[in-house]
């Protein structure tokens, strides 16, 4: 651990404050029990509201770095950690992105999300190595993921990524004036104590998840990877995926489902190129071709 990060004291943070309103959670009845986590969990919805500017500025910034051959890192230890690293492995099958894209990055690596590893939260230069052993570079984006914002794997990641000039962003739970995080862009969650008292896993968790979904499908939205509010780049590998296909088919360019079959078999399973065919009159090779030339922006091919 480095040094300034030993014997921390973190009685202070917000995010390990006893909350008033579950003081006496063991002596209520499971329907009040039930009652106070309906009415905390309404503050993370208000959490990500007030981080609106800072979530707008990171999805330009993340754009701007994978238009230019960049990637998006997450990098987090425990349930931080496993968050960054549930929403990238979700992109390829929603946006049909390459896996190396968006990557999650998490401390003791895959067997740490099965079973707890938090000790290793506590290695400053983790991170950075995790992050060298995947080649992250200059170009790259970084998002630091920290409930509480004093973890020194995180930390380490955050300054490796500013050393090397790429994107830095810091996503906490507390103010930046109880914990400042090195970095470009500063995204703060502010949900409050949680119920079960230092428990983040609770509303941090469900503020940070909602905070991600918005930062990766935003930063897809971008990159052209979404036509109106359709996953037109959505990889049809199985049967729910194909009707989905075929509906965006029939809705967008009033295909029917023989038809639809077809141009996605000429496709090659692209919903873009299809709906490109069936809305021009083109071959697969003329529909590419024009694709390519809108940089992948459907919207401006339709045009």
Request: glycine residues 12%; proline residues 4%.
């Amino acid at each position: 651990m480095s040094g300034s990060f030993a014997d921390v004291q973190r009685g202070h943070l917000l995010t390990e404050q006893a909350n008033p309103l579950s003081s006496e959670l063991d002596a209520l009845s499971t329907e009040q029990l039930v009652q106070v986590f309906v009415e905390e969990d309404r503050r993370p919805q208000q959490a990500v509201a007030a981080a609106a500017p800072a979530l707008a500025a990171a999805v330009d910034a993340i754009a701007e770095r994978l238009q230019q051959g960049g990637r998006l890192f997450y990098l987090g230890a425990g349930t931080s950690g496993r968050l960054g690293v549930l929403d990238a492995a979700e992109c390829p099958p929603t946006f049909c992105s390459p896996p190396e894209l968006v990557q999650g990055v998490l401390a003791g690596g895959a067997p740490a999300l099965l079973r707890s590893s938090e000790g290793l939260e506590d290695l400053f230069e983790a991170g950075a190595d995790d992050l060298r052993a995947r080649n992250f570079c200059g170009r790259d984006a970084l998002v630091g993921i920290a409930a509480g914002g004093t973890t020194p794997y995180v930390h380490g990641g955050l300054e490796h990524a500013r050393s090397l000039g790429a994107l830095s962003i810091a996503m906490a739970c507390v103010p930046a004036e109880q914990v400042p995080m090195p970095c470009d862009i500063d995204i703060r969650l502010i949900t409050g104590p949680e119920v079960l008292t230092g428990s983040t896993r609770l509303k941090a968790g469900t503020a940070t998840k909602m905070a991600l979904n918005i930062l990766s499908t935003g930063v897809m939205v971008r990159l052209g990877k979404v036509y109106g509010n359709r996953m037109v780049d959505v990889a049809v590998t199985n049967s729910k995926l194909e009707d989905r296909a075929l509906r965006i088919l029939a809705d967008l360019a009033g295909v029917e489902r023989s038809q639809g079959r077809a141009l996605l078999g000429e496709s090659g399973g692209s919903v873009k190129l299809a709906l490109l065919m069936a809305r021009h009159g083109l071959t697969a090779a003329e529909a590419r071709n024009r694709l390519a030339a809108s940089g992948g922006q459907l919207r401006s091919a339709l045009e």
